[in-house]
């Protein structure tokens, strides 16, 4: 593998960004410790300034806790991690979130066409983005998710970007980014099923609410709607849908039915799901806390199919989990790539007044929309 | 929920085994720190006196890194998460194996069929099963995945259990139906996709032949075998199949292709599966070590799908490193549990000679054959 130094070496990067990664030597840059951050690009990449960046929402949970929010605490966390490792990889959780910027220079072999100036947003984990912090992030006021920094970051040939839309908030643009795998693959299990009763865990959450909509632009009989708290469930019930076969049968909620109950309590979470019109054919996990592998296989009739969006899942709470109940369920690993992700998610941003309300009322949209 | 204590409670067992789980409160058993292993059993329980442990592959192989080989450490590490835990739960792999025994009461409302006498072996983890060891683990010498044990252990109404067959050396059968949910989920995958080229992580191991075994069945129409060394390569090649595709095409090898690689290097795993006939439309993961998803993930070919088996896989690194390499795979989580999953492994040690000689091989039959 080249070594990150040498000018004969960088005449052949790696797309995947191997040549990026210092220890170990040969694994992918997801599962390294180490990255080089350099901003010397190789003729293939992209070197972009940063701008901000969005924390996963298991990642930040986890820092949050951590440092019992305190957020002189929070910054340092953050800071030490990008140092040590040369990218914004919690160790603890495994993993990171995205960033928006602006491109600074792109690499003559570079495929993304991406020239400098664009506005755009990562689609790649900042678990395998070679990524250096410049301010100290002095700006940040370490209570939010999202991140305003001043740095650069490394794009691969292979690493997927979006520009920023120009009718977007950019702080709207990058949480919608964030999770837009989320809604692509519900869709597609969604579609792929005979109008499934779809149980969403956290449906009230980002990549939940855009999962919810998905689901009933892709034919979702009914649309069970898990939350934890009284809050969530009134902001979900007020929230309307605008297709869909909800607005042909005369209703327009973006879910059926909104249940409440603890996403870590198996047999709470299968109850309320059965007497919402359950068992689901189709589950979506999309909360941020450890512990939900098991109501959601309990709450998903046999034959039926689990999506794992939470960063918090275990595999094998999920794997030795569903034995233990002799469930025969398909378990996806919710993959944050699907062709056209990005772009599905941002229609229902544009079109979907209910999810655009929940989204609003999580962030904080700063005046200036960067 | 009711606790372990009082007649009262003792008329409403809960069939997933809530009733067990100390702590925390209202969790799974699978997913609790601590069971309640005592052998007064609830109506709907079973007792088992145990004869062995089969720790799985992950688990034991972290053990003995963990002790450095050493066996009396070894025996020390299993006796205490049994005597902290209630249950063989592995709390760094997450993981667990199952048993064998010999059932010693069935309760009056036990759903499972088995009564006092029948020798059985637990579909069901270890990490959910609750366990006392009352020997020491003095028959064991510290260096097989096989614990000889005496204890008891406790089966819950919907705990999954299989008679041991009489045909089989009880060694044997244990280690088939240890791994016995992962022929029946390829079998499954490989049926509902059209001929598809197979690749199979770890093929010469326990869950990877009979996985090899169960793709030729199903239709596959390559299988490329991936092992990490020149001995295994040798014994995978030899290894002979009994039917299916190969034997009318002339063929007879249970691998058609078998490639050496490190199932940790992702760029050298790509590499010999495309070599041998790659990419695969199926991928499936059957070693034991951490790392492998990287290989796995780009060794697949657009629209393919990767099946996890191994319990040492990363949700994290299987999800955000598919995104990171824009492919698109569908992920699925080894479920252990799929309908008639025993009864296939058990089909496939008795008709595929090949698959027989490699368990052989791995396995300490003992004289006895209990």
């Known amino acids: 593998m080249p070594g990150p130094t040498g000018d004969a070496d ?5 797309p995947l960004g191997l040549h990026r ?3 170990p030597a040969g694994v992918l840059p997801q599962a390294a410790w180490r990255l080089d951050p350099s901003p010397r690009i190789w003729p293939d990449e992209v070197l972009v300034r940063v701008e901000r960046l969005n924390l996963d929402a298991a990642s ?37 979130g995205m960033l928006t910027g602006v491109v600074e220079e792109a690499g003559p072999d570079s495929p993304l066409g991406l020239k400098p100036g664009d506005a755009i947003a990562t689609l790649v984990s900042l678990s395998l983005t070679p990524l250096v912090i410049t301010d100290g992030l002095a700006s940040w006021d370490g209570t939010s998710e999202q991140v305003p920094c001043e740095g650069h970051a490394i794009l691969f040939g292979a690493s997927i970007a979006a520009p920023l839309p120009a009718d977007l908030p950019a702080a709207l643009a990058l949480a919608v980014l964030d999770v837009c795998g989320a809604p692509a693959l519900t869709h597609r299990v969604v579609e792929a099923a005979d109008r499934p009763v ?54 327009a909620r973006l879910a059926d039915e909104v249940v409440i109950a603890d996403a870590r309590d198996p047999v709470a979470v299968a109850a309320a799901v059965r007497r919402a019109g359950g068992p689901a054919d189709v589950t979506v996990v999309c909360v941020d806390v450890p512990g939900c592998e098991g109501g959601a296989i309990l709450c998903t009739a046999q034959g039926g199919t689990v999506i794992f969006f939470s960063m918090a899942t275990s595999f094998t709470a999920a794997a030795l989990g569903a034995e233990g109940a002799a469930a025969d369920v398909t378990m996806l690993i919710g993959n944050g790539y699907v062709p056209g992700h990005a772009q599905l ?26």
């Open 10 to 14: 960088r005449r052949s990067g790696s």
């Open 21 to 23: 990664v210092l220890e």
């Open 60 to 96: 930040f949970r986890q820092l949050r806790e951590a440092s019992s929010g305190d957020p002189a605490a929070m910054k340092a966390s953050v800071l030490e991690i990008v140092a040590s490792r040369g990218k914004m990889h919690n160790p603890v959780t495994g993993s990171g």
């Open 198 to 251: 779809v149980a969403i865990l956290g449906a009230a959450g980002k990549s939940g609410s855009l999962s919810a909509a998905a689901a009933r632009k892709a034919g979702a009989r009914r649309i069970i709607g898990v939350v934890p708290r009284q809050a969530e469930a009134a902001a979900l019930r007020a929230a309307r849908t605008a297709g869909g076969q909800a607005r042909l049968a005369g209703q």
């Open 345 to 370: 998610a941002l229609d229902l941003i544009r079109t979907e007044p209910g999810v655009r309300g929940l989204f609003d009322a999580r962030i904080d949209v700063p005046a200036s929309g960067s």
